[in-house]
């Protein structure tokens, strides 16, 4: 184990200190692809008006240069917020014990593309990747309300307890 703590009045105490090797607990970037194109649903926060975050589940896809993709209604309170503040976090993990668990973190900023062809197409993708039911003609409606996110990744935290 890495490190325990325990709760006491509300705080974490803790007992062991983190190993100084945090690059020996980092997934490699197989891995990390790996972790990508196997995982449905993304993590993701955007900062509110307020300086919170504000975090949401998201379908996306991973195009050719492997940066992940999403649309979403340009009235949303995300697109809102990216508008705003283009910084944008992303997390995703794996594993249900403890020794399987590995993830990461990715920062950067958000590219928003009202593009309406390159709309079509990501919800065509991920269309595809969930095996949803909406048709083409649908996709077209609501592609005129929505707008592709892009995720210019700036830099990634990852980690894999299994290593330990």
């Given at each position: 184990?890495?490190?325990?703590?325990?709760i006491?009045?509300s705080?974490?105490?803790?007992?062991k200190k983190?190993?100084?090797d945090k690059?020996k607990?980092t997934?490699?970037d197989e891995?990390k692809?790996?972790l990508l194109?196997?995982?449905?649903?993304?993590?993701l926060?955007t900062i509110?008006?307020?300086?919170l975050?504000?975090l949401v589940p998201?379908?996306?896809?991973?195009?050719a240069n492997?940066?992940?993709?999403?649309?979403?209604y340009?009235?949303s309170?995300k697109?809102?917020n990216?508008k705003r503040?283009?910084r944008?976090v992303i997390?995703?993990?794996?594993?249900?014990q403890?020794?399987?668990?590995?993830g990461l973190?990715?920062?950067g900023e958000?590219e928003?593309s009202?593009?309406?062809?390159l709309?079509?197409t990501?919800?065509?993708?991920?269309?595809?990747k969930y095996?949803?039911?909406?048709?083409?003609?649908?996709?077209?409606?609501q592609?005129?309300?929505?707008?592709?996110v892009?995720i210019?990744?700036k830099?990634?935290?990852?980690?894999d307890?299994?290593?330990?």
């Amino acid at each position: 184990m890495l490190c325990q703590y325990n709760i006491i009045d509300s705080k974490l105490i803790f007992r062991k200190k983190m190993p100084r090797d945090k690059k020996k607990y980092t997934l490699d970037d197989e891995k990390k692809i790996k972790l990508l194109e196997e995982s449905r649903i993304i993590n993701l926060a955007t900062i509110n008006k307020n300086g919170l975050p504000h975090l949401v589940p998201m379908w996306f896809i991973l195009d050719a240069n492997n940066e992940i993709n999403f649309t979403s209604y340009h009235k949303s309170q995300k697109i809102i917020n990216l508008k705003r503040d283009k910084r944008i976090v992303i997390m995703l993990e794996s594993g249900t014990q403890y020794e399987e668990l590995h993830g990461l973190v990715m920062e950067g900023e958000a590219e928003i593309s009202t593009d309406k062809e390159l709309v079509i197409t990501i919800m065509n993708q991920i269309t595809e990747k969930y095996k949803t039911k909406r048709d083409r003609q649908d996709i077209a409606k609501q592609a005129n309300k929505r707008v592709n996110v892009k995720i210019k990744v700036k830099k990634i935290v990852s980690w894999d307890i299994g290593k330990s």
